[in-house]
């Protein structure tokens, strides 16, 4: 009897200390972001409150705030809105509103976040679309019961990033009026937020306003890494066209100061896309604790480090960060990773998670499915869209997989660089096992069809620029 006595109080004392050992571990795991987290700029690098030197590595939430139907679950090559507007005339406005929050709470779940974390990953940009917040492109705000703006989607992703220990970047991805002319800002050869017309003038406007109380809402926050201004402003005009590159000038300044004038403290996000040269160097507007960005797409590995060096030599005295990437052509994520992480740049993948053709290990995802069923927007019942973008859109419902890509990325997160794939242009390749780097070839030859077939549709429609 003393036996079993002593025997349960051992068991008892090792399940407390397995209890603490647990809790350790989760709490060395993720540990919540606070307020000596929260993220300055000093010269050309980032610090956060403490004075410790911040570079940000994860991957774009894209599909959640607004959808591409090459890897969403709806299909319109021109667009988002496309679906939206039909979608509002069968079933009103506010069946729609509850029908794409469906969506975005299922796309995207807690899962997602701890995800990230675990892939290494400090950082997630949020691309997200003017009408999760507003009825209209005149800058009607969906309010809540105490007639507050309705943020409260927005709040529950900060949360989540705030409790796995992540920085969020609020990726204003399309804008009243179309900031560019690709589908990706709601639809596609629309834009209309740089006209000089009066229209033009009210999209502005609304574009003011929506940093505006944005910015009011998350002063103080230190989740949130930045303010990205607008996603791909101009789009290929951009480098092209001086007076649009004038009136984009002038509107990311206007929008700079309505931003510090509520909040002085934010880091904000300047797009040059493809060039540094298309946007205002600090010294032109008297900017300060920016951060600019680019999208590198780029087909050969000479031709990336050729940009990279452009953003080293460009003179602006601010940290870059590249927003977006992808390897096309012959160019591969084993030098590009490198590069960056030699040059100390920030960046994020794009993207997290897609469903579509070979998106089941494509290295365009971290998590894929080719078995999700897409929308009939123009036919589908109501009761059929919400169970098409119910629980089976979850990463964790049982059609998406965990690619190839997210373990090879994950050799990069903590800032490795393969000195043999930077020696060689990336024609020696040491990173990650044998078996990863076949399966990476494979998957890049894949995707490379897949975005071949995709340009050949978007050709046929007319949406292909």
């Known amino acids: 009897m003393k036996r079993k006595k002593v025997l349960s109080v051992f068991l008892a004392v090792l399940m407390l200390c397995t209890a603490f050992s647990a809790a350790a571990y989760a709490g060395d795991a993720y540990v919540p972001v606070s307020d000596g987290d929260f993220l300055h700029v000093e010269g050309e690098k980032i610090f956060n409150a403490d004075g410790e030197e911040v570079v940000l590595r994860g991957t774009n939430f894209g599909g959640w705030g607004i959808m591409e139907d090459w890897f969403c679950p709806f299909e319109d090559p021109a ?3 496309n679906a ?9 406005a506010d069946a729609v509103r509850e029908l794409f929050k469906t969506y975005r709470a299922n796309w ?3 899962i997602d976040y701890k995800n990230v974390a675990d892939t290494g990953m400090n950082v997630i940009r949020l691309p997200i679309w003017y009408r ?10 969906y309010r809540d ?38 589908d990706h ?28 109380e944005l910015a009011k ?19 290929t005009n951009i480098t092209r066209d001086g007076s649009i590159k004038e009136m984009f000038w002038e509107l990311s300044n206007d929008i700079y100061n309505a931003v510090r004038a509520v909040d002085p403290d934010h880091i904000i996000s300047m797009e040059a896309i493809w060039d540094p040269s298309a946007i205002a160097s600090p010294d032109v507007y008297g900017w300060e604790n920016i951060v600019y960005q680019e999208h590198l797409y780029d087909v050969t590995n000479p031709s990336v480090l050729r940009k990279v060096n452009e953003i080293r030599d460009c003179g602006y005295g601010a940290p870059f960060y590249i927003g977006e990437f992808y390897p096309r052509g012959i160019s591969g994520f084993n030098y590009i990773f490198s590069l960056y992480n030699s040059r100390n740049l920030s960046w994020t993948t794009w993207t997290y998670k897609g469903a579509g053709p070979a998106a089941d290990n494509s290295p365009w995802f971290l998590y ?38 997210a373990d090879y990325v994950a050799g990069f997160t903590a800032g490795q660089v393969d000195e043999a794939s930077l020696k060689t242009f990336g024609a020696i390749d040491t990173s990650g096992t044998l078996q990863q780097r076949w399966s990476m070839f494979v998957a890049k030859i894949q995707a490379v069809i897949t975005t071949i077939k995709d340009w050949l549709r978007k050709l046929k429609t007319g949406d292909l620029l």
Request: aromatic share 14%; charged share 30%; hydrophobic share 30%.
């Open 145 to 182: 019961e105490a007639g507050n703006i309705d943020f409260s989607e927005l709040d529950e992703v900060v949360r989540l990033c705030k409790k796995y220990g992540l920085y969020l970047i609020i990726d204003l991805h399309g804008l009243a009026g179309y900031q560019n002319d690709y």
């Open 185 to 212: 800002c709601g639809r596609s050869k629309s834009m209309s937020l740089f006209d000089d017309t009066d229209e033009g003038a009210a999209y502005r406007a609304a574009a003011i306003d929506f940093w505006t």
């Open 84 to 92: 939206y507007d039909a979608l509002v005339e069968r079933f009103g």
């Open 368 to 405: 894929g499915t080719s078995k999700l069923e897409k929308i009939d927007y123009e036919n589908d019942s109501y009761e059929t869209l919400l169970e098409k973008w119910g629980e089976c859109l979850r990463t964790d419902g049982g059609k998406f997989q965990r690619t190839d890509f």
């Open 108 to 110: 995207i779940t807690e």
């Open 217 to 235: 809402h998350y002063a103080g926050e230190p989740t949130v890494a930045m303010y990205d201004l607008m996603n791909e402003p101009c789009g």
């Open 79 to 81: 667009g988002e809105e």
């Open 132 to 141: 999760n917040f507003q009825s209209d492109d005149k800058g009607t705000w």
